[in-house]
């Protein structure tokens, strides 16, 4: 290896390096501001925003803890993320299986109709999607937010399955259907299974997406009863809004839940995003 070569590869590292560095720093300060900040008083975050709490203040995360409000506020987000993401996951995937496995006329303009959902921003939607929910009766419930969480989940997801569903081979459904596997066999039995990596990318998607979800719930939701995380933060903010190291305790109560998740998901998300590029 010549000395040009060793020069270039050693810089090109040191640049990968420097840029995860920067990302990472980019990524973890507020989060750990917030952390940190929730363990202070109103006085230490003035004199000392960026330092280590002195002393440590678990008041404000106890009394958090111990209000009801939070824990149902939690179970809500955790219902709707999870009915949202159900939904999202096994609708997509069937239209997926048949967008990717059938010749039919007029398959890819209805493909490209499924992909146009992409281009179609939410905020254009609330007042017809209100007066719809209106007439359905479906304001102040879940089903409110759920079904149209769901309606704007699909095309993504429809997109990235039908690229892996394609991928596979056509000699495994074919082996499938020699032994007497009928289509729905096939796609339960087989495809599914085969297909875990990118499932759990999808899924990931659909239920991080759904538990950041705010204007959706905030035009569906007015009964504190059915409020998510999301719409807690800002009515803990307006209520506390002289408290700002409780506020930050609350946000990063908050985000806890979507975080762990995130850091045990992480290993599918990658390997299913890696498998489907390698496979596409």
């Known amino acids: 290896m ?3 070569t060793l020069r270039a590869k050693v810089l090109r590292s040191t640049g990968l390096y420097v840029a995860a560095f920067a990302t990472l ?6 989060i750990l501001f917030a952390a940190l900040g929730g363990f202070k008083d109103n006085q230490q975050l003035r004199e000392n925003a ?3 709490p002195s002393p440590w203040n678990w008041a404000n995360y106890t009394d958090v803890l111990a209000a009801e409000a939070f824990w149902r506020q939690l179970f809500n987000s955790v219902f709707i993320a999870l009915v949202t993401t159900f939904i999202v996951v096994a609708a997509s995937a069937m239209v997926a299986f048949v967008f ?8 890819e303009g209805l493909f490209t109709l499924f992909a146009a959902g992409m281009m179609f921003p939410f905020a254009v939607a609330v007042l017809p999607l209100f007066i719809i929910l209106r007439t359905f009766e479906l304001l102040n419930s879940p089903l409110g937010v759920i079904l149209p969480q769901a309606a704007f989940g699909l095309p993504l997801t429809i997109i990235i399955l ?3 569903f394609r991928a596979i081979p056509g000699e495994v459904e074919e082996a499938a259907t020699i032994d007497g596997a009928g289509p729905w066999r096939f796609f339960t039995q087989i495809l599914l299974p085969m297909s875990r990596p990118v499932l759990a990318t999808v899924s990931v998607l659909a239920l991080v997406g759904s538990w950041n979800s705010y204007l959706l719930p905030l035009v569906v939701l007015s009964r ?3 409020w998510t995380l999301p719409l807690g933060v800002t009515q803990f903010q307006g209520q506390y809004s002289s408290e700002t190291a409780k506020v930050l305790a609350f946000v990063m109560l908050a985000m806890l839940p979507a975080l762990i998740f995130y850091a045990f998901a992480e290993r599918h998300l990658i390997s299913g995003l890696t498998s489907g590029g390698t496979k596409g």
């Not at 720093?25 to 507020?30: K, N, R, Y």
């Not at 990717?100 to 398959?107: E, I, K």
Request: proline share 8%; glycine share 8%; no cysteine.
């Open 224 to 226: 504190p009863t059915w």
């Open 50 to 52: 960026f330092g280590l």
């Open 2 to 4: 010549s000395v040009n």
């Open 25 to 30: 720093a980019f990524v973890a300060t507020p």
């Open 162 to 164: 039908r690229s892996f």
């Open 100 to 107: 990717a496995r059938y010749n039919f006329r007029g398959r």
